[in-house]
């Protein structure tokens, strides 16, 4: 089993920063993409941010030159560093990870819990 552990949401307001972090623990041989997602009540969940293993990043337009994932591959995390927050970037914010828990190749998809952002106007 794979868990995923986020942490560092909270209340901003508008134009403040906040970084998100997610840690992955369990039967891992390997993880492919990394990401994060959010669901903004009413609405269904959609991608920020993802990057792969070599570290390419790809963006939702909404957040691009604001927000910058990253990730440590030795430790298994992922970061959501978020900038110039609005308040449209309310949301539970989920981290997600493609993982392989052994050598087969096989993968699976796992999701945090959620943490709560909510920005203040």
């Known amino acids: 089993q794979v868990q995923l552990v986020e942490s560092g949401g909270g209340l901003v307001q508008a134009g403040g920063s906040l970084r998100l972090s997610c840690s992955a623990s369990g039967r891992i041989f390997s993880i492919n993409d990394m990401g994060w997602y959010r669901q903004a009540p009413g609405k269904q969940r959609e991608l920020v941010a993802s990057i792969t293993t070599g570290g390419g990043g790809n963006y939702a337009d909404s957040v691009k030159g604001r927000f910058t994932i990253s990730r440590d591959n030795a430790k298994n995390t992922v970061d959501l560093q978020m900038s110039s927050l609005k308040p449209e970037d309310t949301a539970v914010y989920y981290c997600?990870?493609?993982?392989?828990?052994?050598?087969?190749?096989?993968?699976?998809?796992?999701w945090g819990q959620g943490t709560q952002v909510t920005v203040s106007s």
């Open positions: 997600r990870a493609v993982v392989a828990p052994l050598r087969d190749g096989r993968t699976y998809q796992y």
